[in-house]
């Protein structure tokens, strides 16, 4: 069974920092073919794809946020960890981690969310 | 405004049947996928591929796909499947794209 759970956060002030910490079960990051990724969603707003990164330690970003993202995974802890810089008001909502389809870049199972707020 | 265009909302009775599109140029050349969000609980994979249903998924969701639009169809639709349901579509660089998502609401 497959499953994640997002933690870190609820509240961060804008410029700071966010750190995401990703705890997945049920598949392995150092299998071939594994993919993880974070996905976010602003009240209100349709989902936004943020960060891949793949079990041979491939990353990707999104091309809007890339120089405020960075995506590790300790694969030891079936974990994978996303920072994101800087972070605005516009940066609220609840972010999701999600298992990903390598090729096709689809997401196949997603964690429950959890919820940031960007406020002073 | 966003990639891939979806109906804001859809209402339908409980019993008919529902569809929602999703349409973007590029969907004549990618696949897209569907997934369905209820409050408080996470999204899920509805459709793969445009028109295959994962396992779990009740018969009742199907997709399809004519040029530019793909179509996710629930017929006989019940409470249980109100909520969001959104489309999912990569390019073929990898860019990652969402339709707008649209609220489901059975009458």
């Known amino acids: 069974q497959v499953t994640l759970r997002e933690s870190g956060p609820t509240l961060v002030k804008p410029t700071q920092t966010l750190t995401l910490t990703c705890t997945f079960s049920?598949?392995?990051?150092?299998?071939?073919?594994?993919?993880v990724s974070w996905i976010r969603q602003p009240p209100g707003k349709a989902l936004e794809w943020l960060a891949r990164?793949?079990?041979?330690?491939?990353?990707y970003y999104s091309t809007s946020l890339e120089t405020r993202l960075t995506i590790s995974k300790d694969t030891s802890k079936n974990q994978v960890v996303l920072t994101m810089t800087n972070m605005d008001p516009a940066d609220a909502g609840t972010y999701f981690c999600?298992?990903?389809?390598?090729?096709?870049?689809?997401?196949?199972?997603w964690g429950q969310g959890t919820l940031v707020t960007v406020s002073s | 405004s966003y990639e891939l265009t979806q109906p804001p909302s859809v209402s339908v009775s409980a019993g008919q049947t529902a569809r929602i599109t999703c349409t973007a140029e590029?969907?004549?050349?990618?696949?897209a996928y569907w997934y369905q969000k209820r409050p408080g609980q996470a999204p899920f994979l509805v459709i793969y591929?445009?028109?295959e249903r994962p396992s779990g998924i009740p018969e009742r969701f199907s997709g399809s796909s004519s040029g530019t639009t793909v179509t996710l169809t629930i017929s006989g639709v019940q409470a249980e499947d109100e909520g969001d349901f959104h489309c999912?579509?990569?390019?073929?660089?990898?860019?990652?794209?969402f339709g707008g998502g649209t609220k489901l609401t059975v009458l």
């Open positions: 590029v969907l004549a050349k990618q696949y």
């Open positions: 990164i793949d079990w041979d330690d491939d990353k």
């Open positions: 591929k445009d028109t």
């Open positions: 049920g598949f392995s990051l150092s299998t071939s073919g594994m993919c």
């Open positions: 999912q579509t990569a390019d073929s660089s990898g860019s990652v794209l």
């Open positions: 999600v298992r990903t389809a390598f090729d096709s870049w689809h997401f196949d199972f």
